[in-house]
């Protein structure tokens, strides 16, 4: 049987309008309207023609009903900047990701939700000292693997397919549990900035519209990830007085962060003058800073699906086998996990037989 809600989800995932979509398959913006509202079935050679166009398995089109991520449940930074058919893209890639996320629920034991929610009963600063305190990271502890310390809490997180790079990170709560979603075309450094922010959304925006979230709130998660990833003891311990710029560059590997990260946090915490600051970023950005983030490590990635889909080649489950399952592509799939699906058979992977970190599995 044909689900609507499928085809609409597809259509938003390729960044197609209905008349876009109708040109390509040969079928009228109206027809294609029916078939998203359930007034009208396609033929089976349309139906054909569309998971051609779409670059979706036809099972897709058949399988249960999806309802679509609210928007206004949607942490997105930029928002008004966003084309409509960009921001759909992404929400409907999201809600595939949730698709993934409830298969592997129903398989594995995974770390339960554990993130404090004061909302706005705190200031930013004072809601990240209660996060270590809660999640116990030390006062002043550098984070070494952001993606790593929120997954070990119960937050979700996924990657986001390349096709749209304007479309920054993003975070929502579903049925109790978070996520965040990563653009994977940003440095390692501002990718761990990403994280922080929107974990500082997830804590303390959680009972806002995100819908509405406005500049205020922007602020607060920015300010929520510097206090996180730069203590202010840590820095007044490494950091010396006046630091000129070859020093900033060399003491941001210590916190992991973008030489540009640093500096605004110094100057926010009177380290630097302002005369200082602006030299600075000039200096950056003559050096290729604000672009990029030239000596900026490797990127960070998801332990937990790592360890997923590490037992599930160990047992001789493939990639293939997992995509049939979701009713998708092997291709899609790998874009919303970071690219750590591979086709190849388990005994082809590299590494196969090492002993893997333990995985609790559901019976």
């Known amino acids: 049987m044909f689900t609507p809600s499928r085809l609409a989800l597809a259509r938003k995932r390729r960044g197609l309008t209905l008349v876009e979509l109708g040109n390509r398959v040969g079928v009228t913006s109206q027809s294609l309207s029916n ?25 897709f ?3 249960s009903e999806v309802d679509e991520i609210d928007a206004r449940s949607v942490n997105f930074r930029a928002r008004s900047k966003l084309a409509a058919s960009t921001r759909e893209a992404a929400l409907a890639e999201s809600r595939l990701a949730v698709e993934l996320n409830n298969w592997i629920d129903e398989r594995f034991k995974l770390p339960k939700v554990d993130l404090p929610t004061p909302g ?24 070494r693997n952001t993606i790593h310390m929120v997954e070990a809490h119960g937050v979700r997180v996924f990657s986001l397919a390349p096709e749209y790079p304007e479309v920054d990170a993003f975070s929502f709560w579903r049925d109790g549990r978070p996520f965040i979603f990563l653009n994977t075309l940003k440095s390692a450094p501002r990718s761990r900035f ?35 990833l730069m ?18 560059i060399r003491l941001k590997k210590y916190w992991n962060v973008s030489a540009l990260a640093l500096t605004y946090r110094l100057h926010s915490l009177g380290r630097i003058s302002d005369w200082q600051y602006r030299q600075a970023v000039i200096e950056l950005g003559r ?20 360890k997923v889909f590490g037992f599930l080649w160990e047992q001789g489950t493939t990639s293939s086998h997992v995509a049939r399952e979701l009713n998708t592509s092997v291709g899609e799939l790998n874009s919303w996990v970071f690219e750590l699906i591979s086709p190849v058979r388990p005994e082809e992977r590299p590494g196969h037989g090492a002993k893997r970190p333990h995985l609790q599995v559901v019976k």
Do not use: C
Not at 35 to 58: K, N
Not at 124 to 134: C, I, K, M, N
Not at 287 to 306: F, H, I, N, V
């Open 231 to 248: 203590p202010r003891r840590s820095l007044a311990a490494k950091v010396p007085d006046n630091p000129t710029t070859d020093q900033i």
């Open 287 to 306: 050096l290729g800073y604000r672009t990029g983030e030239p000596d900026g490590g490797d990127r960070e990635t998801s332990m937990l699906l790592q």
């Open 120 to 143: 706005r009963k705190m200031n930013p600063a004072l809601a990240v000292e209660y996060l270590r305190e809660s999640w116990r990271l030390g006062e002043d502890t550098s984070i």
């Open 35 to 59: 078939y998203e509202r359930g007034r009208q079935q396609p033929s089976h050679a349309t139906l054909q023609i569309l998971a051609e166009v779409l670059d979706f398995p036809a099972s």
């Open 61 to 63: 089109f058949t399988a």
């Open 194 to 228: 990403d994280v922080a922010h929107e974990l500082g959304h997830l804590i303390m925006h959680a009972d806002d519209d995100a819908g509405s979230r406005t500049r205020a709130a922007e602020k607060e998660a920015d300010e929520f990830a510097s206090n996180l």
